[in-house]
């Protein structure tokens, strides 16, 4: 079984700064990772996605690399907004049908 | 273009009581899922669907049952509610894994109470 690990499970940082966001994965066999964010009591919106056969996306101020070898893919924000304040969560997509979520990271942009 | 829809938002249930939760989706995507999130822990597979007529388990099957007769439709029934079934329910839908440029569409998803 796929597991997916996010570090850390919680950060705060001052507005303006640049952060990464962590996730690990098990199996390197994956089709695509997904990143997402949740508001509070709010679904899950997608940011970015990245085929395995690619090294990274960006959109904005978001850039997702990914890097199989190391089961590992990283979420960089760049000048960090109050208005990036969320949870953010990765899914690694495996052979088969089923995507594995971590469990989060949430997210506080001090003003 | 509605995405993935989910009916009711809300809802509370007394013990032993049923109900259906609805998902659509208009993408024409093939792969539908549920899941459930509860406080703290990740997202859960319920059930998934590879295309119209075919269902499977995931992670956390019991106590739920789906049917998929269209491609757009994947409702989840709770024939005997349990308050171990007060969780965030949600649908979402893909195109077949591996193919196409796109992940999940998740729907606002279906918070449920169980007393």
């Known amino acids: 079984k796929q597991e997916v690990t996010q570090i850390p499970a919680a950060l705060s940082v001052p507005e303006g700064e640049n952060l990464v966001l962590n996730c690990s994965f098990t199996d390197s066999a994956i089709y695509n990772l997904q990143w997402f964010r949740q508001d509070p009591g709010k679904g899950l919106t997608s940011l970015l996605l990245i085929q395995s056969s690619q090294r990274e996306q960006t959109s904005g101020r978001l850039n997702a690399s990914l890097d199989k070898s190391s089961g590992r893919s990283t979420l960089y924000i760049a000048a960090s907004q109050p208005g990036d304040s969320a949870t953010y969560l990765c899914?690694?997509?495996?052979?088969?049908?089923?995507?594995?979520f971590g469990t989060g990271t949430s997210l506080t942009v001090i003003p | 273009n509605a995405g993935v829809t989910q009916t009711p938002k809300f809802r509370i249930l007394k013990i032993g009581q049923s109900m259906t939760l609805q998902c659509t989706q208009d993408m024409n995507h093939n792969y539908m899922y549920w899941y459930r999130q509860d406080p703290g822990m990740g997202l859960k597979l319920i059930y998934y669907s590879v295309g119209a007529g075919i269902t499977d388990k995931g992670e956390v099957p019991n106590g739920y049952n789906v049917s998929r007769s269209t491609t757009e439709d994947f409702p989840l029934r709770l024939e005997l509610a349990a308050p171990s079934q007060t969780s965030v329910y949600f649908c979402a839908s893909s195109h077949t894994p591996g193919q196409g440029l796109y992940g999940y569409t998740f729907g606002s998803g279906t918070r449920l109470t169980v007393v």
């Open positions: 899914a690694a997509h495996i052979t088969g049908n089923q995507f594995y």
